[in-house]
C-alpha cells in the first residue's frame, strides 16, 4: 500500500522524456491491443512495453513480474466464462460439472486467448505509463489539453491528499496491530471500521486547515503550476515510429490468424 | 471489482465512454455551481475523493486473492450526492489506473458507469427511501451502501455480459455465469462494505456530528435522536 507506483515513477530515468511522447506510445498501444483481431499484436506490444519499463524506465524485473501477474488473475477468471460460454465453431472438449454441461467451442477458446493477451498488453501499457510518468507531469498535460478547471483542480487537490492521508492510515494502522487490532475477523472488521472512521474525521480537519492555509495566501482557485520543456530526442523518435509502424504491420499481416 | 485495461473490445468500450460521458458532464457543471456558490467546499470534496481512493486501498478483511474490494462510493453519495459522487469515481479510478494499472484507460466508461454511477445513484435512492419510511439511520446507511456495492458488481457482470454473450441463451446466460464468478467474492464483500461504513458514521457522529447536518444527511432531529438512542 505504501508502494504507490507513482514512487518509482519520480526516481524513473523516463521522468525527463516527453510527455506527449510517452502518452502517445501508451495511446497507440492501448487502441492496437484492443482493436487487435489476433493475439499476436497485442503479445508484441506487451513484449515491447515490458522491455521498455525494465531496460528504459530500469523497473526490477521481479517487482515488475509479480504487478502483472495481479491483474491477470482477474482477466483470468473473466476468460474462463468467455472460454465455455461463447462462441460457436467445432467442439473441442468438454466438461461435466455437478450436472452442468460444459462445451468449450474453438470460437470461445480464441477469444478467451485473445482477451488475455488483450488484457496483458492493456496492463503494460498501463504500467509503462505508470512507472515512468508521475502524475505531476501529468497535471500540465491535462492543463494544456482544455479539461475543465475544476477538474483539474479538484484532481490536483485529490493527488495532494492521497499522501497525507495515507501516511496517517499506515500509523494509525500500525498503532492498531501493536494493540492487537487485527487479531482475528471480528476484530479486524472493528479496527477497520474504527481506522476508516477516524481517518475520515482527520481528513475533515484538515481539509479545512488546507482551505484557510491557501486562503490566507491569496488562492483563488487555480493553482499554478511548474512545466519545464522537455524535446524529443532523436533516438526516441526513430524507436517510437518503429514501434508504431510494427504495430500496424503486425495488425495487418496477422489479421486473419487464429489458434484453433 | 474494475474491469483491466483491454477486458472490453471494440464496439463496447467506447459505448460505455459515450453513455458515461453526459453525466460526467453534468456532475463538473454542477460542481462547478457548487464551487462557485461555495468555494469553502472545494478542499472538502478533494479530501472525500482521496478518501475513496484510500479506502479501496487498504486491504479489507475478506476473502483472500479477489480483485474486488470496496469503493466508498456509496459514503461519498450520501454525503454529496449521485452527480458528484461520479466526478469523483472518474478521478479515483482514473488515478487506480494510473498509480496502481488497476483498471484501464479505455475500459474507464463501463468502470465509471458501473462504480462511479450506478452504484451511487442506487446508494442515494436507497439512502433517501429509507429515511423517508423512517427506518433507523445505520440501517439505511447499511442498505445503501451494501446495496450499491452489489449493484456495482450486477452492472459490471451486465457489462461484460453485453461484450460475451454465450452461444446458448444469449446475454442472459452469460450474465448468469459472470455474476455467480463474482458473487463468490462480492457478496461477502458488500455485506463487509455496508457493515464498514456503518462504523464509520458511528465515529463520525460520535466526533464530528454538525459536519452531517451541515451537508444535509441528517437534520438536527434525527441527530439528537440516534445520540439518545445510543447513549
Redesign the interface.
Known amino acids: 500500500?505504501n508502494n504507490?507506483?507513482?514512487d518509482y515513477a519520480l526516481a524513473s530515468p523516463l521522468r525527463h522524456s516527453n510527455n506527449w511522447l510517452k502518452l502517445t506510445v501508451?495511446a497507440v498501444g492501448?487502441?492496437g491491443?484492443?482493436?487487435a483481431a489476433s493475439p499476436v499484436t497485442?503479445l508484441f506490444i506487451a513484449l515491447c512495453m515490458g522491455f521498455a519499463a525494465v531496460v528504459l524506465a530500469k523497473v526490477p524485473v521481479k517487482f515488475y513480474l509479480k504487478?502483472i501477474a495481479?491483474?491477470l488473475?482477474?482477466?483470468a477468471?473473466?476468460s474462463?466464462?468467455?472460454l465455455?460460454?461463447?462462441?460457436?465453431g467445432n467442439e473441442i472438449a468438454s466438461i461435466d460439472i455437478l450436472r452442468y454441461h460444459l462445451v468449450i467451442?474453438s470460437?470461445?477458446l480464441n477469444?478467451a486467448v485473445l482477451?488475455m493477451a488483450?488484457?496483458?498488453?492493456?496492463?503494460c501499457?498501463?504500467?509503462f505509463?505508470?512507472l515512468s510518468t508521475p502524475?505531476v507531469e501529468?497535471f500540465s498535460v491535462l492543463k494544456t489539453s482544455r479539461v475543465?478547471d475544476?477538474?483539474i483542480?479538484?484532481?490536483m487537490?485529490?493527488?495532494?491528499?492521497?499522501f497525507?492521508?495515507?501516511e496517517v492510515?499506515v500509523s494509525i494502522k500500525y498503532a492498531q496491530t501493536v494493540r492487537l487490532g487485527?487479531k482475528d475477523?471480528l476484530t479486524?472488521?472493528?479496527s477497520?471500521?474504527?481506522?476508516?472512521?477516524?481517518?475520515?474525521?482527520r481528513?475533515?480537519e484538515?481539509?479545512?486547515r488546507?482551505?484557510i492555509t491557501?486562503d490566507s495566501r491569496c488562492y483563488d482557485?487555480k493553482l499554478a503550476m511548474f512545466s519545464s520543456k522537455k524535446p524529443v530526442k532523436a533516438f526516441e523518435l526513430v524507436l517510437t515510429s518503429l514501434y508504431v509502424i510494427s504495430i500496424i504491420a503486425i495488425s495487418f499481416s496477422t489479421k486473419n490468424m487464429s489458434i484453433v | 471489482m474494475?474491469i483491466?485495461?483491454?477486458?472490453?473490445?471494440?464496439p463496447w468500450?467506447w459505448i460505455w465512454i459515450f453513455i458515461s460521458l453526459p453525466v460526467i458532464i453534468y456532475g463538473?457543471y454542477k460542481?462547478?455551481v457548487l464551487?462557485k456558490n461555495k468555494?469553502?467546499l472545494?478542499?472538502?470534496?478533494?479530501?472525500a475523493?482521496?478518501?475513496i481512493?484510500?479506502?479501496s486501498?487498504?486491504?479489507?478483511?475478506s476473502v483472500t486473492?479477489s480483485?474486488s474490494h470496496p469503493t466508498g462510493t456509496g459514503l461519498a453519495a450520501i454525503l454529496f450526492g449521485p452527480a458528484i459522487s461520479a466526478?469523483?469515481g472518474l478521478?479515483?479510478l482514473?488515478?487506480q489506473?494510473?498509480?496502481?494499472?488497476?483498471g484501464?484507460?479505455?475500459t474507464l466508461g463501463a468502470n465509471v458507469f458501473s462504480m462511479g454511477i450506478a452504484g451511487p445513484v442506487i446508494a442515494f435512492v436507497i439512502y433517501k427511501a429509507c429515511t423517508k419510511a423512517g427506518l433507523n439511520f445505520y440501517i439505511a446507511v447499511f442498505l445503501a451502501c451494501s446495496l450499491a456495492d452489489l449493484a456495482t458488481y450486477v452492472v459490471t457482470s451486465i457489462e461484460?455480459a453485453l461484450a460475451?454473450?454465450?452461444?446458448t441463451?444469449g446475454v442472459l446466460?452469460?450474465f448468469k455465469?459472470?455474476a455467480t464468478?463474482?458473487a463468490v467474492t462480492q457478496v461477502p464483500l458488500a455485506i463487509?462494505e455496508g457493515?464498514?461504513t456503518?462504523?464509520?458514521?458511528?465515529?463520525?457522529i460520535q466526533?464530528?456530528s454538525d459536519?452531517l447536518v451541515k451537508l444535509d444527511v441528517l437534520s438536527e432531529a434525527g441527530l439528537r435522536k440516534i445520540k439518545e438512542l445510543t447513549t
Not at chain 1, 465455455?84 to 460457436?88: A, P
Not at chain 1, 487537490?157 to 492521497?162: C, F, G, Q, S, V
Not at chain 2, 486501498?57 to 478483511?61: E, G, N, Q, T, W
Not at chain 2, 489506473?97 to 488497476?102: D, E, G, Y
Request: glycine fraction near 10%; include cysteine; aromatic fraction near 16%.
Open positions: 500500500m504507490l507506483l507513482d501508451v492501448v487502441l491491443g484492443v482493436s497485442p504487478l495481479l491483474p488473475g482477474f482477466a477468471t473473466g474462463i466464462v468467455i465455455f460460454f461463447f462462441g460457436s467451442r470460437q470461445g477469444m482477451i488483450r488484457t496483458l498488453s492493456g496492463m501499457c498501463m504500467f505509463l505508470a502524475m501529468l475543465p475544476v477538474f483542480e479538484l484532481s487537490l485529490i493527488y495532494r491528499y492521497i497525507v492521508l495515507l492510515a487485527y475477523f479486524s472488521l472493528h477497520t471500521g474504527m481506522l476508516a472512521g477516524t481517518l475520515f474525521i481528513s475533515w484538515q481539509g479545512e488546507l482551505y491557501m482557485g | 474494475h483491466m485495461e483491454g477486458f472490453l473490445p471494440s468500450w463538473i460542481l462547478n464551487i468555494r469553502d472545494l478542499p472538502l470534496l478533494a479530501v475523493g482521496a478518501y481512493f484510500i479506502l486501498s487498504l486491504k479489507l478483511p486473492g480483485c466526478v469523483l478521478i479515483v482514473l488515478y489506473a494510473l498509480f496502481l494499472a488497476h484501464g484507460l479505455t461484460l460475451f454473450p454465450a452461444q441463451g446466460t452469460s455465469a459472470f464468478i463474482f463487509i457493515a464498514i456503518v462504523l464509520i458514521f458511528k465515529y463520525v466526533v464530528k459536519v
